[in-house]
T-cell receptor, first 111, second 114 residues
Framework: GENVEQHPSTLSVQEGDSAVIKCTYS??????FPWYKQELGKGPQLIID?????GEKKDQRIAVTLNKTAKHFSLHITETQPEDSAVYFC??????????FGSGTRLSIRP | ETGVTQSPTHLIKTRGQQVTLRCSSQ?????VSWYQQALGQGPQFIFQ???????GRGNFPPRFSGLQFPNYSSELNVNALELDDSALYLC?????????????FGNGTRLTVT
């Protein structure tokens, strides 16, 4: 079956530093690459997404980069703040393929 | 714009019982998906409904079933509950049938089976 791997599973960074989370997928039909943030007691919320016709997208402190040849995409958070502490999931998808979520990355921001 | 709402927020059931979880989709969205999220794991796809028809199913047994109503709200039913069914159940709505669009999640129903 199709596979989605997310690394690292946990990440602790000093406030103000950058964090990078990588997602590797196997389904070559994937053409939509979102990142979701899940805070305690809440459902996942979309924070940024990219489609396969672009290599990079940025929204303030958050960016996503895509390498479709290598089948991976990454979430970049710069100038991290305490409110960035959460669990982050990737969920690559194609128009007809099943959505598979990564296993999540627990990000902790140290004061 | 009304977001996705789920009820109840928490539920405790006994093994062998049946449960119904409910979801109201975001206004303008005609597709609803259900996910099971075990503690410390990513959401696992159960099934999706588009315009009242099942439109895809994950690796879950037939005792997991669902419905979508004309107003696009949805129910997830689980029969013969097992201890391993204890999890957070998430509902997500999206504006179309295709899977390559953003999912809008509710805050989930925490089900505990004892």
């Amino acid at each position: 079956g199709e596979n989605v791997e997310q690394h690292p599973s946990t990440l602790s960074v000093q406030e103000g530093d950058s964090a990078v989370i990588k997602c590797t997928y196997s389904d070559s039909a994937s053409n939509y690459f979102p990142w979701y943030k899940q805070e305690l007691g809440k459902g996942p919320q979309l924070i940024i997404d990219i489609r396969s016709n672009v290599g990079e997208k940025k929204d303030q402190r958050i960016a996503v980069t895509l390498n479709k040849t290598a089948k991976h995409f990454s979430l970049h958070i710069t100038e991290t703040q305490p409110e960035d502490s959460a669990v982050y999931f990737c969920a690559p998808a194609g128009s007809a393929s099943k959505i598979i979520f990564g296993s999540g990355t627990r990000l902790s921001i140290r004061p | 714009e009304t977001g996705v709402t789920q009820s109840p927020t928490h539920l405790i059931k006994t093994r062998g019982q049946q449960v119904t979880l409910r979801c109201s989709s975001q206004s303008g969205h005609n597709t609803v998906s259900w996910y099971q999220q075990a503690l410390g794991q990513g959401p696992q796809f159960i099934f999706q409904y588009y315009r009242e028809e099942e439109n895809g199913r994950g690796n879950f047994p037939p005792r997991f079933s669902g419905l979508q109503f004309p107003n696009y709200s949805s129910e997830l039913n689980v029969n013969a509950l097992e201890l391993d069914d204890s999890a957070l159940y998430l509902c997500a709505s999206s504006p179309g049938q295709a899977n390559n669009s953003p999912l809008h999640f509710g805050n989930g129903t925490r089900l505990t089976v004892t």
